[in-house]
């Protein structure tokens, strides 16, 4: 019998717990409809706003990449290279609502069993711009979406009751997720950014608004690297640059960091995993520490722009790992979910060697105060 990758999040059916994220490859209705043929679960939608975007004159988004037998890092082509990380300075969708307003509809109606999740951005300085987010969700849910992902977390806008700017802030956050939820039919996943000090506060802020999940991570803000020889950025206009995003294999231990501080601290709520991931082994991360779902970008980004070896590649993946578990019981992914979430621990909770204390730097183990699971 084959094994069963469905499952249930957020109260919706997914029939493999992979989605695209919110990115280029979920910009466009023939992107998406290629996606849900590929075999993904569901998509995120390339993030749908209310104010006026244009991107910077060239390229958007570029990769960079490791040599095998040298330390150099660079975005330059050369062979015999690995991908380090994707960097972009890209803004949310330049695609006005009234384009979405019916393709949404279109491509639900295309693929009734998919999920189909939009992600929407307003600013939240204003009574007028709170209500922006409301006719936003509005308009997507009445176009069929199955959910709604919050962009809190778009580490390059210049208005700072935008994106990650207010992605810093746990009361903001609330605000901006109860305005949804008053106007939402669906479920509301509010999509963080990992660029704070502790994300378990901002977590608690979304679901005080009510949210009904988080998806963590957006890109990480960072710069480009400095061509030594030129001495430009490797990513600029006329010599200029400024702060854009990091996705890609070099997030993902970092994106981990902030899931297992989230899912520790709010095991029964509900995450879905992003950063880093193109095949099951590194999506098995996310889900032992709790996920139930992950949702990818830069490795669809290069896999003919929607992933579909990417997502072959974790189906099978996913698809073999239950075989190989059959043994345990193991049928679906809410049988292995969370596993490894308790493994987590305080420093001081290593194990040292035989007759040596350690105390998180402290005299004794009173003082300490390192208790299991504290955040
Ligand atoms: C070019 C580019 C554009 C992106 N645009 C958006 C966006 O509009 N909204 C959003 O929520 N995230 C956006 N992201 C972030 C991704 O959805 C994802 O969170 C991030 O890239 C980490 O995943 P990865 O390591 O698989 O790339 C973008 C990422 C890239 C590379």
């Not at 190989?324 to 979910?337: I, M, P, S, V, Y």
């Amino acid at each position: 019998m084959t094994p069963d990758l469905s499952t249930v999040f957020t109260g919706l059916r997914f029939e493999n717990p992979f989605l695209l994220s919110s990115a280029p490859p979920t910009e466009s209705e023939s992107n998406i409809l290629r996606a849900f043929e590929a075999g993904w679960g569901g998509v995120v939608t390339k993030t749908i706003g209310m104010h006026p975007v244009v991107n910077v004159r060239g390229p958007k988004t570029n990769f960079i990449r490791a040599d095998a037998d040298s330390p150099n890092l660079s975005m330059k082509k050369r062979p015999g290279t690995a991908l380090h990380s994707s960097w972009n300075w890209e803004l949310i969708s330049d695609r006005p609502l009234d384009w979405w307003v019916g393709r949404l509809s279109r491509i639900k109606k295309a693929h009734p069993a998919k999920v189909l999740v939009a992600s929407i951005m307003a600013g939240s300085g204003s009574d007028e711009e709170l209500s922006h987010w409301q006719t936003l969700a509005k308009a997507c849910q009445d176009e069929g979406v199955d959910a709604l992902e919050l962009n809190l977390s778009c580490p390059h806008m210049d208005r700072k009751d935008m994106g990650s700017n207010i992605g810093k802030d746990q009361q903001q956050i609330s605000i901006v997720t109860h305005v949804v939820k008053e106007v939402a039919r669906v479920p509301i996943w509010a999509k963080l950014t990992p660029s704070t000090t502790d994300i378990v506060v901002e977590a608690r802020g979304a679901f005080l608004g009510g949210a009904d999940a988080i998806s963590s991570s957006n890109t990480f803000t960072s710069l480009p690297l400095i061509d030594p020889e030129t001495l430009e950025f490797e990513m600029n206009v006329d010599g200029f640059t400024s702060m854009g995003g990091l996705g890609g294999p070099a997030i993902l231990p970092l994106s981990l960091a902030k899931m297992a501080q989230m899912t520790a601290a709010l095991p029964d709520r509900s995450f879905s995993g992003i950063g880093g991931i193109s095949n099951f082994a590194h999506a098995l991360n996310y889900f032992l520490l709790g996920c139930g779902t992950v949702q990818v970008c830069t490795a669809a980004m290069l896999d003919h722009a929607v992933g579909p070896n990417v997502i072959r590649e974790l189906k099978a993946g996913m698809t073999e790992f239950l075989e190989k578990n059959a043994h345990r019981g193991w049928k679906t992914l809410e049988d292995f979910r969370g596993l490894r979430r308790d493994r987590v621990v305080p420093h001081s909770q290593i194990k040292r060697p035989e007759n040596a204390d350690y105390h998180g730097g402290y005299e004794t183990e009173a003082r300490s105060g390192t208790g299991r699971g504290s955040s």
